[in-house]
């Protein structure tokens, strides 16, 4: 079947991207999957750098999801405050942590669907630990991904993530999909930045990016 024009430009954007950003991988440090599973929940409405600072006397008190399951709310929020929305994400994770202990003999689970039952797990999360533990095709759709495939007309307005994931699934090559989200995020950080206007002038994707909403 012939190439729709935005698939052409998908493919050409995550060749450079590649190139661009070639040892590109998640910025929350996790050496067990249930830990990305935490931080990915205290990610929310924080930065990747400051999550892996507070996890880290978290998991030094409670090392396992045994641990974490039993430990009370007040404790865990009391660590995890400085994330912000702390009694909602301690809940969270408990609750979680509860669920993994009960049901899955103290691992996670391994499709999307239980992953997405999880309590605090939405699809950007269960999509997050499909690519990065599981290897498994994944669209991540964080606030870089919304912004930059908007700019770069991979897709027409939509900042809702779901429906931004539905349309990416169509253009992109599902085992791309993990590896190309996690460099939209380094090139949102460093070039296609929110804060200030987008570095055009020196981006890899200058000449083949229509720049959607960016203002000269
Ligand atoms: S050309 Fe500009 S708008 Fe397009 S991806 Fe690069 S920095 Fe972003």
Redesign the pocket.
């Given at each position: 079947m012939r190439k729709t024009k935005k698939e052409k430009l998908a493919l050409e954007i995550i060749e450079r991207l590649r190139r661009e950003y070639p040892d590109t991988r998640c910025t929350l440090e996790f050496d067990e999957a249930w830990k990305l599973l935490v931080s990915v929940r205290l990610a929310a409405q924080c930065t990747d750098e400051r999550v892996n600072v507070i996890v880290e006397k978290l998991f030094e008190k409670y090392p396992n999801v045994k641990s974490l399951a039993e430990a009370d709310v007040d404790s865990i929020e009391e660590i995890v405050r400085p994330c912000g929305l702390g009694r909602s994400k301690a809940k969270d994770i408990s609750a979680c942590m509860k669920v993994l202990r009960d049901q899955y003999a103290c691992q996670i689970p391994r499709t999307f669907d239980e992953l997405l039952a999880l309590p605090g797990v939405g699809r950007k999360s269960a999509n997050l630990i499909m690519g990065d533990v599981f290897g498994e095709p994944a669209i991540v759709t964080d606030t870089h991904c919304i912004r930059?495939v908007n700019?770069?007309g991979l897709v027409d307005h939509i900042k809702e993530p779901k429906k931004v994931e539905m349309e990416l699934w169509k253009i992109i090559p599902p085992e791309e999909g993990s590896d190309f989200c996690h460099r939209l995020v380094d090139?949102g950080r460093a070039?296609?930045t929110a804060r200030t206007t987008?570095?055009?002038e020196k981006?890899c994707?200058?000449e083949i990016?229509p720049?959607i909403g960016?203002k000269k």
């Open positions: 930059l700019r770069m090139h070039v296609c987008p570095y055009c981006c994707l200058e990016c720049k960016v």
